[in-house]
């Protein structure tokens, strides 16, 4: 199951972090995605010294610094940039702004940073970040609303969204701005319905299959040999979904990805 970020989830896995350590383990792995954790792992290796530990999906620039052997995933920023620029490819629009539904989260504001750079490069107005509540639609396209400062159905706007689940709000929104473009972080089935009513333009797939399966074996090969690989980071994306899925890739995935066919 996907659990979205909330900060008694991270105190959780602080405690776990200490009890593993304090255990002798060998190797872990953990998505750095709050310095709740980040403190947790920086005293484990005080604790256990000898353990090998790598990052996943978020927190890359605090794997360097923890002096982590590894991080699998995307570099946020970097990804945000990409979003951007794939935006302004697919539509023509010349403002813009990044939805973020949990500002205090690093991981969505990098992605609006690296945004915001991409809308400056392309010569689009970047109107910033848009705190918004995801749970309450009325909120959320209130705040829109007033960020804008328009009516009508925002031809020449385009939106980002950060994280997947402000997906149905933002469908709400576009009911009543219908020339509004969209992109989001993340796919899911509803991303998947939105390609295909135009809805969105893109899904970002990370690929957090991969994100959980890599690190056993790199890990256990670090454990093993004392070998790891030069590169620190070890990119899972952005992918780019602007289809759903065919046939075979849905019941590859449904299937936990054995050797599947490359369509």
């Not at 929104?173 to 969209?182: A, E, R």
């Amino acid at each position: 199951d996907r659990f979205e970020p909330r900060e008694d989830l991270f105190v959780q896995m602080a405690s776990k972090i200490h009890n593993l350590c304090e255990s002798s383990i060998d190797g872990l792995f953990v998505t750095l995605v709050d310095d709740v954790v980040v403190d947790a792992i920086r005293n484990c290796t005080k604790l256990n010294p000898g353990i090998q530990i790598m990052s996943i999906n978020a927190g890359y620039e605090q794997s360097k610094e923890l002096n982590l052997i590894h991080h699998v995933g995307m570099l946020e920023k970097d990804a945000g940039f990409e979003a951007g620029k794939m935006m302004a490819k697919m539509a023509t629009f010349d403002k813009a702004l990044c939805l973020n539904h949990m500002p205090w989260l690093n991981v969505l504001s990098e992605r609006c940073d690296g945004f915001g750079q991409a809308m400056n490069e392309s010569g689009i107005a970047y109107l910033g970040q848009v705190v918004v509540n995801e749970a309450d639609t009325s909120l959320y396209v209130s705040a829109v609303e007033s960020a804008v400062g328009e009516s009508g159905d925002w031809n020449g706007y385009g939106i980002l969204l950060p994280g997947l689940a402000q997906l149905p709000a933002a469908l709400d929104l576009k009911k009543l701005h219908t020339n509004v473009v969209m992109g989001s972080f993340d796919t899911d089935s509803f991303l998947h319905e939105s390609l295909l009513t135009g809805g969105m333009l893109f899904g970002i797939d990370q690929q957090p299959y991969l994100q959980g399966y890599s690190p056993i074996a790199i890990l256990t090969n670090a454990i093993t040999t004392k070998q790891t690989f030069l590169d620190h980071s070890m990119k899972s994306g952005p992918k780019f979904v602007i289809a759903p899925p065919t046939d075979g890739e849905a019941a590859c995935r449904d299937r936990e990805f054995p050797v599947c066919s490359g369509d």
